[in-house]
């Protein structure tokens, strides 16, 4: 199934974003989510990750630990991510991907979708 990120755009140092990562053509709350990122010029690193419904254990990269926050909304069919006191290095393009447990790589979920960018900025 397709997934998409959402929600990104241009916020200075200190504020906050929302990510949604959304489905089509399946139900989320049956899969592990993970959040993903890619700088410019730098490889793609593993930020967040929530385990399916029955367990819904979260786990969080140091980097963002205490600031990223994700979440299920089991209405919307979507998984978002939180983000507060956003730093210029936060700045990437963001990836949900899917599959049956959390991987730290993204290439091991089943379903990835394209990205939606982050910039912050003053």
């Known amino acids: 199934f397709q997934l998409q990120a959402s929600g990104g755009g241009l916020v200075q140092p200190g504020g906050s974003m929302r990510l949604s990562c959304a489905a089509s053509?399946?139900?989320?709350?049956?899969?592990?989510i993970g959040w993903f990122r890619q700088a410019p010029g730098k490889e793609r690193e593993w930020v967040s990750c929530?385990?399916?419904?029955?367990?819904?254990?979260?786990s969080y990269a140091d980097s963002v630990k205490g600031r990223f926050t994700i979440s299920r909304d089991n209405a919307k069919n979507t998984v978002d991510l939180q983000m507060n006191r956003l730093k210029p290095e936060d700045t990437a393009v963001y990836f949900c991907?899917?599959?049956?447990?959390?991987?730290?790589?993204?290439?091991?979920?089943?379903?990835r979708g394209q990205g939606t960018l982050v910039t912050v900025s003053s």
């Open positions: 991907a899917a599959g049956p447990v959390c991987y730290s790589d993204y290439v091991a979920f089943n379903s």
């Open positions: 053509g399946s139900a989320l709350d049956y899969y592990a």
């Open positions: 929530i385990s399916r419904s029955s367990d819904g254990s979260t």
